[in-house]
């Protein structure tokens, strides 16, 4: 009688923030290594979980001024648009139009974890990444406060999720407790800037990696 080989499978945990254009360019680069994965591994079943990890934690919860952000953060705006320019040639190359002069507040990001945490702990987490895709679109191209629970209602709305239901639980202080604990941990464990991307509790990297560099840790991880 002959054993049947169990095939392994690839699980990616992914802490980031929905500010991070670095993020929203990294979820392309990571959509685009699972794309090749797949071609090789087609068994193989791939799980992503999302980790939440704030850039500006002290922020307010009606956030800032995006001016005042951005003199505090880089020493003005001139420094901000260098910086956004090649952030903005690196998203055109991963296939998106980052609208950097559409945000007009900064917000605090508290919220918007909770309810990509929400979307990953019901109905087995189907809707966490329309969420996590529509959270990081609102933001850096529709130019929509994804501080505002508003918004983050509306945002759980168009992607199918239960607009009453969603809004207790982010109406609820528990919630957000919860999320800045885990944002906690994850810094006790060393992580200090995002994306960073774990493969299998195996393998880790940090930043935008380009996608032949997080599928060759896909591929490794699996070993």
């Known amino acids: 009688m ?30 685009a290594a699972i794309t090749q994965f797949r071609a090789a591994h087609a068994d193989i079943e791939i799980t992503i979980r999302w980790h939440p990890f704030q850039l500006n934690p002290d922020l307010p919860p009606e956030g800032t001024d995006r001016k005042a952000y951005l003199e505090a953060k880089f020493g003005g705006p001139q420094r901000a648009a260098e910086i956004y320019a090649r952030v903005g040639a690196a998203g055109r190359n991963a296939g998106l ?48 406060f994804v501080g505002d629970i508003d918004v983050l209602v509306a945002i759980a709305a168009e992607c199918g999720l239960d607009a009453e239901a ?16 885990l944002d906690a941990s994850v810094r006790r464990q060393g992580i200090s800037g995002v994306p960073f991307l774990i493969f299998n509790q195996k393998l880790a990297l940090s930043g935008a990696q380009p996608p032949e560099v997080m599928l060759d840790a896909m591929t490794k991880s699996l070993a």
């Open 97 to 144: 139009a980052l609208n950097f002069d559409g945000i007009q507040r900064q917000p605090n990001t508290l919220m918007a974890h909770a309810l990509i945490a929400y979307a990953q702990s019901i109905e087995g987490g189907g809707h966490a990444d329309a969420i996590v895709e529509r959270l990081f679109k609102a933001y850096f191209v529709d130019g929509r």
């Open 166 to 181: 969603t809004r207790a639980v982010l109406s609820e202080p528990s919630t957000l407790e919860q999320i800045a604990a």
């Open 2 to 31: 002959t054993a049947t080989a169990t095939t392994s499978p690839l699980n990616i945990d992914i802490v980031s923030d929905v500010v991070c254009p670095w993020c929203y360019i990294g979820k392309r680069h990571v959509e």
